[in-house]
């Protein structure tokens, strides 16, 4: 656990070579700590070689899409990976760069990717995610996503059965997003927090999310305020 040092891209290529060597870990903590494209670039071969790794947090650091491109051939090998934070500024190349390489991770329960991927990046993302259909918790949110991209998510979405935590706050999913995302709602009868606030979405989404969040007999956490 390093969380919350000011380690950047120079003591992240310092890590490295360290790191590469601990083909056991199970858990690294690397989250608010000024790591950015040239850090993650640095980091990217020690983590190829954590294949055993099952929680990566990267969370709040600087890593844009080219640092998302970089990492993505190792995490690539994460096949036993349970968690992972990717709320950088990786954006729809780095979302688009990292979608191959999210199908691979059979195991995967808890995905957080941001920000800004927009709807570009939903795109991409949506046919991968259709296929973890073991995840537990997705968060998407603070992505800038639009009608456009909950249109492309939703079938994805109801493939995803056994989710039980879905954060799309803080995009622009307005009124015709929320129609678009409501059909697969249905289909998740094992949610226990949905949260769609501030997306703009006013009485017509209302009564399209409505039959939807009836059937959700589990869930415990709503939130729709904007």
């Known amino acids: ?65 080219q640092g998302a491109a970089a990492l993505a051939p190792a995490l690539g090998n994460m096949t036993q990976l349970q968690t992972l934070d990717l709320r950088n500024r990786i954006g729809a190349q780095g979302a688009t760069a990292l979608a191959p390489v999210l199908g691979k991770m059979t195991q995967l329960q808890r995905l957080y990717l941001g920000n800004n991927i927009g709807d570009a990046g939903a795109v991409a993302l949506a046919p991968v995610l259709g296929n973890m259909t073991q995840l537990q918790e997705l968060y998407l949110r603070n992505n800038q996503i639009g009608v456009d991209g909950a249109a492309a998510l939703a079938p994805a979405l109801g493939r995803m059965t056994q989710l039980q935590e879905l954060s799309l706050g803080s995009n622009h999913i307005g009124d015709g997003g929320a129609a678009a995302l409501a059909p697969a709602l249905r289909m998740m009868t094992q949610l226990q927090e949905l949260y769609l606030d501030g997306n703009q979405i006013g009485d017509e989404g209302a009564v399209a999310l409505a039959p939807a969040l009836g059937r959700m007999t589990q869930l415990h956490t709503l939130w729709l305020h904007e």
């Open 1 to 65: 656990n390093l969380h919350a040092n000011w380690i950047e891209d120079e003591g992240a290529a310092a890590l490295a070579p360290a790191l590469g060597n601990m083909t056991q870990l199970q858990t690294l903590d690397l989250s608010y700590t000024h790591i950015g494209d040239q850090g993650a670039t640095a980091l990217a071969p020690a983590l190829g070689n954590m294949t055993q790794l099952q929680t990566l947090n990267l969370h709040s650091n600087w890593i844009g899409a």
